[in-house]
């Protein structure tokens, strides 16, 4: 038998297991590219966010080992030029949002997804527990800078591009978006 893992992280894991006697192989998570690409939109102007440097959140399903209480002290330290939108959120969790967080729901449409990725200035995968980082994938496909932690398989796919990979904390990450310079944002429009 041989098992195959969509990261190198998730195979090292995998070692250290009771599966360890089998093959590993490792095959990455593929994305549509003629989707998942730089698309303008009026994202910024539905949402009243011309003038703000974008950290975005995105996940299937919000919890605390997807990051979402990171995302909530990130808000806090970040000043006002920065808005902070997760996508992804159930009714419930967008009701009990600090004011300052743009929440949205979770959209079945990719064209949408790679609008506001491209929308975004920062991606930030907040996750503690990633085996892969398809998000992320998403994101860097967009032309989107991304800020990973960096004991999780997305350290792993954010390296690839040259995005920025952290140690694990809220702290991190706001220093990571701090040392970004907006006006050296990567050029999605064209």
């Known amino acids: 038998m041989i098992l195959i893992t969509p990261s190198q992280w998730l195979a090292d894991l995998?070692?250290?297991s009771f599966l360890k006697e089998y093959s590993i192989e490792v095959h990455?998570?593929?994305?549509?590219t003629d989707i998942f690409k730089p698309?303008?939109?009026n994202f910024r102007e539905k949402y009243g966010l011309?003038?703000?440097?974008?950290?975005?959140?995105?996940?299937?399903?919000?919890?605390?080992?997807?990051?979402?209480?990171?995302f909530y002290k990130l808000e806090e330290m970040l000043d006002d030029r920065y808005v902070v939108v997760l996508v992804g959120l159930n009714d419930k969790q967008i009701k009990k949002l600090p004011s300052k967080i743009v929440g949205i729901k979770r959209t079945n449409s990719p064209k949408e997804l790679a609008e506001?990725?491209?929308?975004?200035?920062?991606?930030?995968?907040?996750?503690?527990?990633?085996?892969?980082?398809?998000t992320t994938v998403?994101?860097?496909?967009?032309?989107?800078?991304?800020?990973?932690?960096?004991?999780?398989?997305?350290?792993?796919?954010?390296?690839?591009?040259?995005?920025?990979?952290?140690?694990?904390?809220?702290?991190n990450i706001y220093k990571a978006i701090s040392s970004i310079n907006s006006e050296d944002k990567k050029q999605k429009e064209s």
């Open 28 to 32: 990455y998570n593929t994305i549509d």
């Open 50 to 70: 011309q003038e703000k440097v974008i950290v975005l959140g995105v996940a299937n399903v919000w919890e605390e080992r997807k990051g979402l209480f990171d």
């Open 138 to 171: 998403e994101a860097d496909a967009c032309g989107t800078l991304s800020i990973v932690y960096e004991d999780t398989a997305c350290a792993e796919i954010a390296r690839v591009n040259h995005n920025l990979v952290v140690k694990q904390g809220v702290e």
């Open 39 to 41: 698309t303008p939109s």
């Open 116 to 134: 506001i990725y491209t929308a975004a200035d920062v991606f930030v995968n907040a996750s503690v527990e990633e085996t892969f980082g398809m």
């Open 14 to 16: 995998v070692k250290q």
